[in-house]
Antibody
Framework: QVQLVQSGAEVKKPGASLKVSCKASGYTFTTYDIHWVRQATGQGPEWMGWMNPKSGNTGYARKFQGRVTFTRDTSITTAYMELSSLRSEDTAVYYC????????????WGQGTLVTVYS | QTVLTQPPSVSGAPGQRVTISCTGSSSNIGAGYDVHWYQQLPGTAPKLLISATSNRPSGVPDRFSGSKSGTSASLAITGLQADDEADYYCQSYDDRLSGSRVFGTGTKVTVL
């Protein structure tokens, strides 16, 4: 079965950087895009961007451009999300998700990684 | 910036039918982009409920159905059950926002 397993919770200070991993299994990793979505407590999901694991091509939501980077290691079917210059407003649960084709649904989700930013 | 607007809450008794609206604009739903719906139970990740406006993934009961008209979409739940109590989000694509996928504001469904 399709599984996306993310790295554990993180506590960061303002100004620091964050790297979350997402290990994919149960399907061909390079066939589907990986999207990253975050959700602050009590808020709706917020789309951050996507990455094509085969080509490495990426697309970032305007809000995060310049501060976020998606990468992958196809040898271990793992995607990564790096977010820099953290601030308190970045406190949220971060999810990796699998995208079903161009503009398709997000059909499988990781369990989420809680990131807390405070001084 | 709110792009897709949903009612904050809807409620119904067990067995009843409830609907959740998702109101967008000409740059997203009205432009013909697909709408997807997700169910989020407390403390868990969102789960795909309806894809491409009206398609149910395997395992999703046929009590859930989706539709779209103009700049809005709707999710209907018939035969409401206690375990339908959750947050529901619509999601589409907006071509004004440099190719961004956008989520709705979310609706809490309460089973009375």
């Amino acid at each position: 079965q399709v599984q996306l397993v993310q790295s554990g919770a993180e506590v960061k200070k303002p100004g620091a950087s964050l790297k979350v991993s997402c290990k994919a299994s149960g399907y061909t990793f390079t066939t589907y895009d990986i999207h990253w979505v975050r959700q602050a407590t009590g808020q709706g999901p917020e789309w951050m961007g996507w990455m094509n694991p085969k080509s490495g091509n990426t697309g970032y939501a305007r809000k995060f451009q310049g501060r976020v980077t998606f990468t992958r290691d196809t040898s271990i079917t793992t995607a990564y999300m790096e977010l820099s210059s953290l601030r308190s407003e970045d406190t949220a649960v971060y999810y990796c998700t699998r995208g079903q084709g161009f503009l398709g649904s997000l059909d499988h989700w990781g369990q989420g990684t809680l990131v807390t930013v405070y001084s | 910036q709110t792009v897709l607007t949903q009612p904050p809450s809807v409620s119904g008794a067990p067995g009843q039918r409830v609907t959740i609206s998702c109101t967008g604009s000409s740059s997203n739903i009205g432009a013909g982009y697909d709408v997807h719906w997700y169910q989020q139970l407390p403390g868990t990740a969102p789960k795909l409920l309806i894809s491409a406006t009206s398609n149910r993934p395997s395992g999703v009961p046929d009590r859930f159905s989706g539709s779209k008209s103009g700049t809005s979409a709707s999710l209907a739940i018939t035969g409401l059950q206690a375990d339908d109590e959750a947050d529901y989000y619509c999601q589409s694509y907006d071509d004004r926002l440099s190719g961004s996928r956008v989520f709705g504001t979310g609706t809490k469904v309460t089973v009375l």
